[in-house]
């Protein structure tokens, strides 16, 4: 194995080597390097332990984060997996987050994340950094850092949970929290059922054992070639996941002798884009991933700007949807991985990928297929459906445009539950917030009808931090006990990767936004959602927007209390973030954190 030279921790000290880039400066070179080694070796390193290529390991474990519960392990076999091939194996702590415990919602916190992340890997003499994380915005944040840093990284996610059981059917966070919660409220099951319930549906350490957001993230880091097959899929207290971290120990000492050609910024091209955004299609995935790629893209020198959402609408026009899980099919994320998980999946895809494209192992994702070997599954095992057989046969998740939503919007075609939506127009009920529609949707006086439009502003990065999961607007209780499953719904929000409906999602520019056309469509505007033409659209002529929007600007410059004016005086984070968060269609990533292009 090659010797460390980056860090000049085992250089003698008596070195005349001058000061490299990495390394924390007291102003003489011979006496910063004299004061490294006097701390590193407080830690009871060695020389010849020094002299190794350093893998550092990032610690996400919380006592807060069950989703990484299982960290502890996998650092230990992550260790063994380096120090088995010659490498010293450091590992350092970066903030963590769950998505029940980072108010005001995690997505507030991701960025924070990936700047915590990047500049960890920037301060310290690592030669490549494995990332161990899953909930999900672990895994944006440390590639939108790792990008940035630009040092070779390798993801290590910590795997789904396993699912729960009541009554003899599986339960798994987080589809079956919304329906049992939703039986309990209608009065089908009592209090101590779903108290019960409660204590199953998250049984094991893991991510959420269906197809959300994490699981998404996981199956994209292996479309983009950052991870190995199994590495998507294996569950978190399966001793499969202890070996996937060892041989991920292994590989990183593994990807220092490659140079440059495995840092993330060389390794990552648009046709890993491409084959991410395949498989996001294929998956069903959640539509958060939209929001996560494209921050994560725009982190990237020679691609920012280069995939936009429209790539997405591309490659989903010829993506067929194969993988049958929660919250669209019936499956758990155990069921993905006994079918094969991501190596199954990708062999059906292979006429849609760009197999010349890079992976972390050193091969082309089409080398590490044919290396790959495939059991035949028993077709009622089966949850990965054959490429000519697909479940939907294309356009899972669409990006819609108009002038509702000139900068685009996104929609989850194939979790629609009532297809004439997907063709529609109807009269817009507008609520103004999350507040507003807390308080109005239930009201028995509420004008709606089946045929309405909700539409839900002020719900983006700018007008409630964070831009929530609140875009699967409730129907009103008067219409859902009339028996109404479905209504087209419209926000600049975001929604969780378990949840379905006709829902219209991450539109921008927000209502926030003084200039947003979506931030002045007021109760009875026609709203037209075609999918076939990808159109969303307000029915108002040109000329009433134009007055409608000279009237708000004037009312939100007069208003002290309004996000968009509140922010300029903001003090910490949260100015930070309210003064710099771009819009959804660009990633909601802080714009000085965009790539220099
Ligand atoms: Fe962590 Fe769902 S709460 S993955
Ligand atoms: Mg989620």
Redesign the pocket.
Known sequence: VEVNRDYDLSRPIDSTQGMRQGLTSYGDAHFSLFLRKVFIKALGYSEDALSRPIIGIVNTYSSF????ANIPQLIDAVKRGVQLNGGLAIDFPTISL???FASPTSMYLRNLMSMDTEEMIKAQPVDAVVLIG???K?TPAQLMGGISANKPILHLVTG??MPGSHKGARIG??TDCRNNWASFRAGVIDIEEIATINEEL?PTA???GVM????TMACILVGLGLMSFKGASAPAVSSARLRIAESTGANAVAVITAGERLKPQSLLTRESFINAITVLQAIGGSTNAVVHLMAIVNRHPKLAGSITLDTFDEVGRRTPLLVDLKPSGSNYMTDFHNSGGMGALLHKLRPLLHLEAMTISGKTLGEALDSEILLPIPRELQCIQAFDAPLYSASSIVVLRGNLAPQGAVMKASASKDRKLLNYSGRAVVFAGSVDLARRIDDENLDVTPESVLVLQNIGPVGNPGMPEAGLIPIPRKLASQGVTDMLRISDGRMSG?AGGTIVLHVSPEAADPDSVFGIIRDGDVITCNIEERVIRVEISDEEIQGRLSVRRKEVAAQKSHPWIEREKMRGYRGLYMRSVNQADQGADFDFLRTET
């Open positions: 984060n069950p989703c990484h769950h998505e029940s899953g909930c999900d672990t789904p949970m966070a987080c998250a893991g991510t959420c959300g957001t994490a699981s378990t």
